[in-house]
């Protein structure tokens, strides 16, 4: 939605009435320390106040400050006196990238899906990973598990499975094997689908794949067949929308 603000004059001192223009909300966000956030098309704001001229697309809390990521890589941290300052710029030397998605690791780490595929920011040490093995090109949705795990949804059939591994991230493709004639026993889903629950197994419906269950043991997923009660336990097609709590 676009946001606007108005000071409204009196027409009898000669005041007149101004309109201000302050850009499409992109997110609302309060930080770690009580900060209320908007990112605009046209700037970003803190606590109704403009902090810059610059416009951003994720905000992120690591290592105890307050870190905002651009669409085209650039990466900002708000630094003293409600200061916001370059930090880095995750495509230097690289241009018509693009960041998908972000998340913190560890509490001092950005993960950043981007068209190259999975980058990892340290915000301690400024050092910068990237996943080389292909598996992570073009991530749209990442999502890290208790573990540090992080699963990568891209194009691609099926997930990528990172861990970090000293000075690079290591990488795995998994995808749910299930032979043409018991297909319509799983359920798919347009969209891909990830949930750890309380024992911390991880739920997911890969790209082209069904919904399965991830064997620590084996390190594979494992296709599971999802019944409802009021299907008379039938198995449920097709998920169109899900959420975790």
């Known amino acids: 939605d676009d946001i606007h603000y108005r000071i409204v004059g009196h027409p009898e ?12 909300m992109k997110k609302a966000f309060c930080d770690a320390k009580g900060r209320e956030w908007c990112l605009t098309s046209e700037a970003t704001y803190i606590d109704g106040k403009k ?17 905002l990521i651009a669409t ?34 560890r509490q001092n ?7 190259t595929g999975l980058l990892i920011y340290n915000t301690k040490t400024g050092r910068i990973l990237s996943e080389q093995e292909g598996n992570t090109s073009g991530t749209l949705k990442l999502h890290i598990d208790r573990k540090g795990r992080i699963w990568c949804f891209n194009n691609m059939p099926g997930v990528a499975l990172c861990e970090i ?7 795995c ?8 004639a018991l297909s319509s026993q799983y359920t798919i889903s347009d969209q891909p689908v990830f949930h750890e629950d309380n024992n911390g197994t991880v739920w997911t419906i890969p790209v082209s ?12 997923l494992v296709p599971y067949s ?20």
């Open 72 to 105: 085209d890589g650039r990466i900002s941290v708000l630094a003293g006196k409600g200061k916001i300052e370059s930090a880095e710029d995750l495509f230097d030397g690289f241009s018509l990238q693009t960041v998908y998605c972000a998340e913190v690791l």
């Open 209 to 220: 794949g069904v919904f399965s269950y991830y064997d620590e043991e084996q390190g594979v």
């Open 165 to 171: 591994s000293g000075e690079r991230i290591s990488s």
């Open 173 to 180: 493709r998994l995808n749910t094997v299930v032979p043409p």
């Open 226 to 245: 999802l019944e409802s009660a009021s299907l008379r336990y039938h198995h449920l097609p097709k998920v169109r929308r899900s959420f975790s709590d």
């Open 51 to 67: 902090a810059c001229d610059e416009s951003y697309e994720y905000i992120l809390d690591a290592s105890g400050k307050t870190w």
């Open 13 to 24: 001192k000669g005041d007149i009435t101004e309109h201000h223009f302050l850009g499409k």
């Open 109 to 115: 780490m950005l993960v950043v899906g981007t068209t």
